[in-house]
Nanobody, 115 residues
């Protein structure tokens, strides 16, 4: 059974940094493209960062230069380093694993950026 679990969320102030982690189990992790999605209140979930099995990365324009995605294929984890956080970065963050027609989601974790 595939399980993705996010951790590291919470309440931070504008300008702060935060690192989210995604621990994966039940899948051949190194074969999957890992992504982070953000869902702001009242908005659709959108992909903000993705990393392929070969470590190629891609970012949404909204986070380019501020966020960095990484993966550890030995530990079966993916991480999202978020810097320069702003109130519009608040919301739920979801970890996603995808390979061909298979896609899996974590339950999400909340990040609140507020002074």
């Amino acid at each position: 059974q595939v399980h993705l679990e996010e951790s590291g969320g919470g309440l931070v102030q504008p300008g702060d940094s935060l690192t989210l982690s995604c621990a994966a189990s039940g899948l051949f992790f190194s074969y999957y493209t890992m992504s982070w999605y953000h869902q702001a209140p009242g908005k659709q979930r959108e992909m903000i960062a993705t990393i392929t099995p070969g470590h190629s990365v891609r970012y949404a324009d909204s986070v380019e230069g501020r966020f960095r995605i990484s993966r550890d294929n030995t530990a079966n984890t993916a991480a999202l380093l978020m810097t320069g956080l702003a109130p519009e970065d608040s919301g739920f963050y979801y970890c996603n694993a995808e390979r061909s027609y298979q896609t899996y989601w974590g339950q999400g974790i909340q990040v609140t950026v507020s002074s």
